[in-house]
């Protein structure tokens, strides 16, 4: 008889792989797996990763819990591993020190809950052991693993399957397909969500349609990024454009997107499309002058491979290769998120374009940090997407088409700028 109500293992893995420190799919994985190695009934799963880096989580078992905390910087895990009954947690340490490659561990063992400290209360059992009972099916057991996309001062967390359909390390960024249980499957770069099946296109009808309803007749349209297909298939349903040039750096991107979001990715064959794999800052630097009646910088976050999207140089070099009457619409971040790259970037296009020659559209992205997001405009010709006319031609093609988010009031309506944005903005 067991002197003891539990067995707590402390553990400090050391020297494990950082990058396997942040993967919340992994852990969660391997802590599920360790527990079940060592034959526990698992009860649930709750897993949360946190941007930049670190991961906390804990597997609930019916023998108590396993407990995780990571500091992949430091290439170390704190782990609890508390079970009670029969169980030889040792068992899960060991596949835990594989999984996570430490080089090096300490663990202190102790007893808890020694039952001549306790006094045993007298209560109906029946009730219990029945309540038990319907905890024992193994193949249920609910995982809580969540993916969150932070700064500082906010986050967004979407609890995702654990699932993992594509995560290869690429020479730009970590390009990643998980799926979430509100959005479905998403794209996600660097641990940044870029798309989801279920609000795609909220960001894909707005990057593409007011630009292309305001320009009126755009022919030759060039795409910077954009590797998840979204913006082209947009552009291409548009009759009138002749060409799209898409320049994408990361083709582990579009081969993720083909694979795994073939909805977003379904415009890649298209005749019209030219695809080439490479740097959008090194394409620009080159490109012919006068040349596009439109230009999309569909690009991520200000960092990595994107950084250069929202230089004063790249811009200039946008504006060159447009035509007298072009636009150019670039994926402008929040006036909430990102504050300091949404007006930089405003005020660059304002220094490049023209003071009035650079509206910014609003519209909302529910898996983006707090979900209002921007699509910023440098217009070189007399057009401007305040001042449509052609309503009556918006919605007919909107219904024809069968746009789940823009029509002719949204495209009007995003580009009512708030006072606070408009204070922003000032030069
Ligand atoms: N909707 C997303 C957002 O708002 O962040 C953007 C989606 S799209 C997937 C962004 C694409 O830009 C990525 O595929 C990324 O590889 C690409 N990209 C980043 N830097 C680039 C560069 N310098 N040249 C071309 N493509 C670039």
Redesign the pocket.
């Known amino acids: 008889m067991s002197t003891a109500l539990g067995n707590h293992i402390l553990v400090e893995f050391m020297n494990c792989d950082p990058h396997i420190m942040n993967d919340v799919a992994a852990i969660e994985r391997d802590m599920v797996a360790a527990a079940q190695k060592a034959g526990a009934t698992v009860i649930n799963s709750t897993f949360h990763h946190f941007s930049p880096f670190g991961v906390s989580g804990v597997v609930v078992i019916q023998e108590s819990h396993l407990a995780i905390h990571t500091w992949p910087e430091y290439g170390y895990a704190a782990v609890d591993l508390f079970t009670c009954g029969e169980m030889d947690a040792w068992i899960s340490f060991d596949h835990l020190k594989e999984s996570f490659k430490s080089q090096s561990y300490s663990a202190i063992e102790m007893k808890r809950g020694s039952v001549n400290l306790l006094t045993r209360n007298d209560f109906d059992m029946t009730t219990m052991r029945q309540k038990a009972g319907e905890w024992r099916n193994p193949e249920f057991f609910t995982r809580n693993v969540w993916f969150t996309d932070k700064d500082e001062f906010q986050a967004l967390s979407l609890r995702f399957t654990g699932e993992v359909f594509f995560d290869v390390q690429s020479p730009?960024?970590r390009v990643r397909i998980i799926e979430s249980y509100k959005y479905g499957k998403m794209?996600a770069?660097d641990d940044?969500v870029?798309?989801t099946i279920e609000d795609e296109f909220h960001?894909h009808e707005m990057i593409a349609h007011p630009a292309l309803f305001t320009h009126g007749n755009a022919k030759n349209v060039l795409v910077?990024?954009?590797?998840?297909g979204g913006t082209v298939r947009e552009v291409l349903r548009h009759e009138s454009v002749e060409k799209v040039m898409m320049?994408?750096?990361?083709g582990e991107?579009i081969t993720a997107c083909k694979e795994h979001l073939p909805q977003i990715a379904a415009a890649f064959d298209n005749p019209k499309l030219e695809l080439l794999v490479?740097?959008?800052?090194a394409f620009m630097k080159t490109a012919a002058p006068e040349s596009y009646d439109i230009i999309i910088i569909?690009?991520?976050?200000p960092v990595?491979?994107?950084e250069?999207?929202f230089s004063v140089e790249f811009y200039t070099n946008c504006f060159n290769a447009l035509k007298k009457d072009g636009i150019l619409i670039a994926?402008g971040e929040s006036p909430k998120f990102n504050e300091k790259a949404f007006t930089e970037l405003n005020h660059t296009l304002q220094d490049i374009f023209g003071k009035d020659k650079a509206p910014v559209s609003l519209f909302f992205v529910p898996t983006?940090p707090t979900g209002m997001?921007s699509f910023q405009y440098g217009l070189k010709g007399e057009s401007h997407p305040k001042m449509v006319t052609n309503e009556s031609t918006i919605d007919a093609f909107v219904e024809e088409k069968g746009l789940r988010y823009y029509n002719a009031d949204v495209h009007k309506g995003s580009f009512a700028t708030p006072n606070f944005v408009k204070a922003l903005l000032k030069t």
């Open positions: 730009f960024q794209l770069l940044m870029m798309t960001y910077i990024g954009g590797g998840d320049v994408e750096i990361d991107v490479d740097d959008g800052i569909d690009g991520s976050d990595g491979p994107a250069g999207l994926q983006y997001w």
